[in-house]
T-cell receptor, first 115, second 111 residues
């Protein structure tokens, strides 16, 4: 069964450093997303991406964040200058149809620890 | 934007009993309501979903009911088993392109 894959599974970084989280969505999916889950809390929407551009972003997704689809398979989330409060699990997800109408498939997540 | 509330936050049941988790939403245009199960340290996985053109959907021991007028939907798990222990999240979309998740319900099934 095809699945969304994410790397790294765990990254530890110093405050102020740049971090890039990588995702390979399911190959025939057209919509890509990043979500964040702080330990013990709910899953929070960060950004959605369709047709090579951001289609929607939340207030969490400020200027420190950016997303990119550098080639036909990868979808990346960059945090420019990490803060302690960026420590969380970051989930990539993809869907075949637009969010709000069809199933989201989540990756295993990338745990980010900012020291 | 969408406001999704979920209750209860924790739920303990004896094995074999039923569990019910409820969610309310605010955006009347929402038309797709999934439920995700998240085991400790794992990704959320869809267990059941319902679209606004039906009031109930069942899949073996799991069912979801939807009341569009009242803007609430519920997850029902019957004959609970220890492997049902997990955190369950409901979600609802806004009129744009994002899901809002509930705050989660930690279900513990006591053997």
């Amino acid at each position: 069964e095809p699945e969304v894959t994410q790397t790294p599974s765990h990254q530890v970084t110093q405050m102020g450093q740049e971090v890039i989280l990588r995702c390979v969505p399911i190959s025939n999916h057209l919509y890509f997303y990043w979500y964040r889950q702080i330990l013990g809390q709910k899953v929070e929407f960060l950004v959605s991406f369709y047709n090579n551009e951001i289609s929607e972003k939340s207030e969490i997704f400020d200027d420190q964040f950016s997303v990119e689809r550098p080639d036909g398979s990868n979808f990346t989330l960059k945090i420019r200058s990490t803060k302690l409060e960026d420590s969380a699990m970051y989930f990539c997800a993809s869907s075949e149809v637009g969010q709000g109408t069809g199933e989201l498939f989540f990756g295993e997540g990338s745990r980010l620890t900012v020291l | 934007g969408e406001n999704v509330e979920q209750h209860p936050s924790t739920l303990s049941v004896q094995e074999g009993d039923s569990a019910v988790i409820k969610c309310t939403y605010s955006d009347s245009a929402s038309n797709y309501f999934p439920w995700y199960k998240q085991e400790l340290g794992k990704r959320p996985q869809l267990i059941i979903d319902i679209r606004s053109n039906v009031g109930e959907k069942k899949d073996q021991r799991i069912a979801v009911t939807l009341n569009k007028t009242a803007k609430h939907f519920s997850l029902h798990i019957t004959e609970t088993q220890p492997e049902d222990s997990a955190v369950y999240f409901c979600a609802a979309p806004n009129t744009g392109n994002q899901f809002y998740f509930g705050t989660g319900t930690s279900l513990t099934v006591i053997p």
